[in-house]
């Protein structure tokens, strides 16, 4: 199968990374228990100092919330390490969940799935923002890949990453930005 150029993964969510063995494809119904496990391995540290930690709290909220349709698996030699959740406004991409697990953290999963978003989002000139617990040491890799701090709350860092300006003809000039990458 041809590697896909972004122009290709417009509307795809099943596509190869450039990392060797990682890879996108969209939730199922079926995948809700994992992404339930990796979200509240990811989330605990920061929230428990900020708010204290229930299981059965966090568990019943990400039910409530869970909309396979909506969320995007990450797959490490075919297996899940990963999920996310993209909204793609008119104005805007607001990741609004990104969750790697523990076993699969430090290794450039979470970078290659940043790359391919800043580089669908630069594709079609788009911001993407984002927000994280300002305990979390992921901001970290959030700078690198271009976003920047817009607003604070009590608990958590609000991020953007903006788009080439609408005179920047040249959209991979912006890939190669902090964090950017010439490959896909």
């Known amino acids: 199968m041809p590697r896909k150029t972004v122009e290709d993964t417009k509307n795809d ?18 995948d809700a228990p994992f992404a339930c496990a990796v979200q509240c ?4 540290p920061y929230r428990e100092a900020y708010f204290g930690w229930s299981e059965a709290r966090e568990q019943q909220e990400f039910y ?8 995007t698996i990450v797959e490490r030699e075919s297996q899940p390490v990963g ?10 991409w607001a990741l609004n969940r990104f969750h790697i697990a523990k076993s699969a953290r430090r290794q450039g999963v979470g970078a290659a799935v940043l790359r391919l978003i800043t580089a669908r989002a630069g594709f079609h000139k ?5 927000q994280v617990y300002k305990n979390n040491p992921a901001r970290t890799l959030y700078e690198r890949f271009g ?16 788009a080439p300006s609408a005179g920047d003809s040249d959209w991979t000039r912006w890939l190669r930005s902090p964090g950017g990458s010439q490959k896909l």
Do not use: G, N
């Not at 409530?64 to 969320?71: F, L």
């Not at 999920?83 to 805007?92: I, K, N, S």
């Open 126 to 130: 788009t911001p993407v923002i984002l």
């Open 41 to 44: 391995e990811s989330i605990r």
């Open 147 to 162: 976003f920047f701090l817009i607003h604070e709350d009590h608990h958590q860092f609000h991020m953007r990453r903006d």
């Open 13 to 30: 969510r099943s596509i190869s990374l450039a990392a060797p063995d990682i890879a996108l494809r969209p939730a199922r119904p079926e």
């Open 64 to 71: 409530q919330e869970w909309d396979a349709a909506q969320v």
């Open 83 to 92: 999920w996310f959740y993209l909204a793609q406004r008119r104005a805007y």
